[in-house]
């Protein structure tokens, strides 16, 4: 099956925030602009500066990558161009659609990527190996 999903489907969302004196709130919920209903949230945190994390795309599965604390980037491949997104911004998050193979790189010290993901863990949603992933592509 083709994949017909380019990087340049992969979009930096402003979540928004609200102000307040003692500092910023920012809200995702299920049904709002988010781009899918969220069904699984993990963090990845303690990676040294510098290190990198990921390296596989999803069959069916979107994430939306949101730097909590710190920054790091996001390499992303469609297996025809590539693209390298910058999060650094807590209420911004980088939505990530199945049929891209992304890898998180250069984390600052101390940064938090935070995960939302459209499915439960499935093992046999990832695509772990770049050669397969060119092959599911086709």
């Known amino acids: ?19 307040f004196a003692e500092g910023n709130l920012t ?3 299920n049904n709002s602009s ?9 963090y990845l945190y ?6 990198s994390r990921g390296a596989h795309a999803h069959k069916e599965c979107h994430q939306f990558l949101i730097a909590a604390s710190g920054s790091f980037e996001v390499e992303l491949d469609d ?6 997104v910058f999060l650094n911004n807590p209420n ?36 772990r190996d770049y050669n ?3 092959e599911f592509l086709k």
């Open 79 to 84: 297996g025809t161009y590539k693209r390298q």
């Open 27 to 29: 809200v995702v919920e």
């Open 92 to 127: 911004m998050g980088l939505h990530i659609p199945p049929g891209i193979w992304a890898s998180e790189v250069n984390f600052s010290s101390g940064a938090i990527c935070l995960v939302l993901a459209s499915h439960t863990y499935n093992e046999k949603d990832y695509i």
């Open 34 to 42: 988010f781009p899918f209903n969220v069904k699984r949230v993990f």
């Open 46 to 51: 303690d990676i040294a500066g510098g290190e």
């Open 1 to 19: 099956m083709k994949n017909n999903i380019s990087v340049f489907d992969c979009s930096v969302i402003d979540l928004g925030k609200i102000n």
């Open 132 to 134: 397969n992933f060119l």
